[in-house]
């Protein structure tokens, strides 16, 4: 599939459905691409498509399956809005930092597809206000889904999560006081089950 140059091009291309609750158009939003005026357009969009598709089938379906509606904070970036983030300081990660992940459209370094999308999980917002405990939701994915990594922020627990072809197994989070990495291979807490972390969150959000 070309990357389009109409309207309708886009429309079509919006159309394209990754998963039973998802398609394309709902992951290329980008506040940098509207405030600045730059097309937030795959130039790949088969490999975009099929990224998108594996992140959507593999995490967010079960995920939304599981603890209900998902709200997508950030997405999908063109290489030319990315850009324009990392040089303005917005926020973006270098391009060749983030092929594979919010760059859906370009393989990684090792030649792996890959993609990220910063999610809210809804239904969990009101007991990480409470609680500031975001560990819970950390490992029950953890221990229930194939991501490769989780990166958590302060604004409603909201969180990158990454599906690819090599996964990683890493969390790390931006939250006070427990900055930093969570886990990750070759840590003693990365294996086994982590049931207990996550049980209250369960009882209280269902």
Same mark, same amino acid.
């Given at each position: 599939?070309?990357? !389009?140059?109409?309207? =309708?091009?886009? $429309? $079509?291309?919006? %159309?394209?459905?990754?998963? *039973?609750? @998802?398609? +394309? %158009?709902?992951?290329?939003?980008?506040?940098?691409?509207?405030?600045?005026?730059?097309?937030?357009?795959?130039?790949?969009?088969? +490999?975009?498509?099929?990224?998108?598709?594996? +992140?959507?089938?593999? &995490?967010?379906?079960?995920?939304? *399956?599981?603890? #209900?509606?998902?709200?997508? %904070?950030?997405? @999908?970036?063109?290489?030319?809005?990315?850009?324009?983030?990392?040089?303005?300081?917005?926020?973006?990660?270098?391009?060749?930092?983030?092929?594979?992940?919010? /760059?859906?459209?370009?393989?990684?370094?090792?030649?792996?597809?890959?993609?990220? *999308?910063?999610?809210?999980?809804?239904?969990?917002?009101?007991?990480?206000?409470?609680?500031?405990?975001?560990?819970?939701?950390?490992?029950?994915?953890?221990?229930? &889904?194939?991501?490769?990594?989780?990166?958590?922020?302060? =604004? +409603?627990?909201? @969180?990158?999560?990454?599906?690819?072809?090599?996964?990683?197994?890493?969390?790390?989070?931006? /939250? !006070?006081? %427990?900055?930093?990495? &969570?886990?990750?291979? #070759?840590?003693?807490?990365?294996? #086994?089950?982590?049931?207990? *972390?996550?049980?209250?969150?369960?009882?209280?959000?269902?």
């Amino acid at each position: 599939m070309r990357q !389009p140059k109409s309207v =309708k091009g886009l $429309e $079509e291309l919006g %159309r394209v459905r990754l998963s *039973a609750s @998802f398609y +394309l %158009r709902d992951f290329l939003y980008s506040e940098i691409a509207a405030i600045h005026g730059l097309p937030n357009i795959p130039d790949d969009p088969d +490999l975009a498509i099929a990224a998108g598709m594996a +992140l959507c089938e593999n &995490l967010l379906e079960p995920l939304q *399956a599981r603890f #209900g509606r998902l709200s997508i %904070r950030s997405a @999908f970036r063109s290489c030319a809005v990315n850009q324009f983030g990392n040089s303005h300081k917005l926020n973006c990660a270098s391009n060749e930092a983030n092929y594979a992940g919010h /760059i859906w459209d370009r393989r990684d370094a090792e030649g792996q597809m890959g993609a990220t *999308a910063c999610v809210v999980v809804n239904r969990f917002v009101p007991y990480y206000e409470r609680t500031g405990n975001w560990e819970a939701l950390a490992w029950w994915v953890h221990d229930h &889904l194939p991501y490769s990594e989780m990166e958590f922020f302060p =604004k +409603l627990a909201a @969180f990158n999560l990454t599906w690819s072809e090599n996964p990683k197994r890493r969390i790390s989070s931006y /939250i !006070p006081p %427990r900055r930093g990495v &969570l886990t990750r291979p #070759g840590m003693e807490n990365t294996t #086994g089950r982590h049931d207990a *972390a996550y049980a209250a969150m369960l009882v209280e959000i269902g």
